[in-house]
């Protein structure tokens, strides 16, 4: 089944998407792109094919797809997933769907009832992640009581633990600070810099506390891209412990034993086969495989086709639904917290908020 679906923005969040559709058109297709000027539009058409319209009610009228995704500016994300659902359209957003929390409560009052959006997070569905996930939701370190991300930052680090956590909507409490160090950093969104100078970055650290679960989130300015910060991962659980890819865990009460996650990537050193990541696989068994073999992903364009595809599955009714709004009203409700913290140097408790009825 082909999952079709409109755009919102012509950035590069947008041309992400794109580029996804252009190299799996089985896969998934771009009905249309809806850019604020003519000029831009026409760039996008002549890109990528695919036609370009002023607003979301034309691109809707041109062909009804599936859902239409959202990738504009925090500011002008809550008009443009209200501008959707208006029509009755599914709407896939990207992160955050509201730039503060009076935005996120103001955009739940006027749209969370109608079942209609879903958000693109996609951090727990690269490879790694969900391989991990897959270990933790089977018990294979017992029950998980805290979880530590140096990776990603604010909401995806959020969505991250409290997934690997199971954490719903409790209550968090939020202790931050922010510490400033020098670090070379040599790359960036827009490539190699060429200057290995160390510049002043900043560390956020802070703890998430839901009461008997913890969570630890470490991030550093554009860790992202600069290649001189490693990402770590540790779920910690009531019977082991699992660190990036190894993994300990007690056997019997007095037998510990430690086990790997192993990835398949084809293409590598002798291997003739296309480059191509194949599966990942635990004592003996696949715990993740590639949805999109053969099509030469990276692991984040694996995480993105994911949930374009699965959102496509829950707008047609096959499928559940991916990320719900009231998850990434949460993620980011807890993100501004982590700020707000750092900020002041106080602890901030998150409330019960709509979204969590």
């Known amino acids: 089944m082909t999952t079709t679906f409109g755009a919102i923005g012509s950035g590069r969040r947008t041309r992400f998407f794109l580029r996804l559709a252009a190299a799996m058109p089985d896969r998934l297709r771009v009905s249309g792109v809806v850019t604020r000027g003519e000029e831009r539009g026409s760039q996008i058409t002549a890109e990528w094919g695919v036609p370009a319209f002023r607003s979301v009610g034309e691109l809707l009228r041109h062909e009804r797809p599936d859902y239409v995704t959202a990738a504009v500016p925090w500011p002008a994300m809550p008009g443009a997933i209200r501008a959707v659902v208006e029509h009755g359209t599914p709407v896939l957003a990207e992160t955050p769907p509201a730039p503060d929390l009076a935005g996120l409560r103001e955009l739940w009052r006027d749209v969370g009832a109608t079942g209609l959006v879903q958000v693109a997070e996609q951090y727990l569905l690269m490879p790694g992640h969900a391989a991990r996930l897959a ?39 939020v202790r931050a600070g922010a510490f400033e160090a020098p670090l070379a950093d040599p790359l960036g969104p827009g490539g190699w810099t060429g200057d290995g100078t160390p510049q002043r970055r900043t560390t956020t650290l802070a703890t998430l506390d839901f009461g008997g679960r913890m969570g630890l989130y470490d991030f550093t300015d554009n860790q992202w891209w600069n290649p001189l910060r490693m990402r770590r991962i540790v779920v910690r659980g009531s019977t082991g412990e699992l660190v990036d890819d190894r993994v300990v865990r007690l056997l019997d009460p007095v037998t510990p034993v430690e086990s790997h ?46 949930i374009l595809e699965r959102t496509g599955a829950w707008a047609r009714q096959e499928g559940p639904a991916p990320y719900p709004l009231a998850e990434a009203c949460q993620d980011h409700l807890i993100s501004l917290a982590i700020g707000e913290s750092a900020r002041t140097g106080g602890p901030v408790t998150t409330g019960k908020e709509a979204w969590a009825a």
């Open 261 to 306: 996650l192993v990835r398949r990537d084809t293409g590598v050193d002798l291997s003739l086969e296309f480059r191509d990541l194949k599966h990942i696989s635990f004592d003996g068994r696949v715990v993740y495989r590639n949805p999109f073999d053969g099509a030469g992903l990276s692991d984040d364009d694996i995480a993105v086709a994911d």
């Open 135 to 173: 270990l933790v939701r089977a018990g294979v370190i017992g029950e998980p009581t805290s979880v530590q991300v140096s990776s990603t930052h604010l909401y995806h680090a959020v969505s991250m633990i409290r997934g690997l956590l199971g954490v719903g909507f409790e209550a968090a409490e």
